[in-house]
């Protein structure tokens, strides 16, 4: 069973960056589709990123397209997310996430993902 760890969050001004690490045991995480999600206080948790087991595909949602940049690095089992140009909307607690089915297609939704870390708190103030 493969278990995520994330780090990496923090308080940082509208602008500034911060990239969030999610570090996996377990032999099989380079098969996994892997995802970043957000949970902002009072809403649900939504999508942010994802990559395929490869590190071929990658997927955004709209809202932080072309400022976050998900990668991967299977050698040593971690997930990244770089942030860019945080904006306020951004805070949210971060989560990793591993869909283990093994799935060809890399899903956006939430309950496809069924393995998640504990969530790394990010705080972007104006």
């Known amino acids: 069973q493969v278990q995520l760890v994330e780090s990496g969050g923090g308080w940082v001004q509208t602008g500034a960056s911060l990239r969030l690490s999610c570090a996996a045991s377990?032999?099989?995480?380079?098969?996994?589709?892997m995802g970043w999600f957000r949970q902002a206080p009072g809403k649900e948790r939504e999508f942010a990123a994802a990559i395929s087991w490869s590190g071929h595909n990658t997927y955004y949602a709209d809202s932080v397209e072309g400022r976050f940049t998900i990668s991967r690095d299977n050698a040593n089992n971690i997930v990244y997310l770089q942030m860019n140009n945080l904006k306020p909307e951004d805070t949210a607690v971060y989560y990793c996430a591993a869909d283990s089915r093994l799935a060809v297609l890399v899903s956006t939704a939430v309950s496809e993902y069924d393995l998640w870390g504990q969530g790394t708190q990010v705080t972007v103030s104006s």
């Open positions: 377990g032999r099989t995480f380079s098969r996994y589709n």
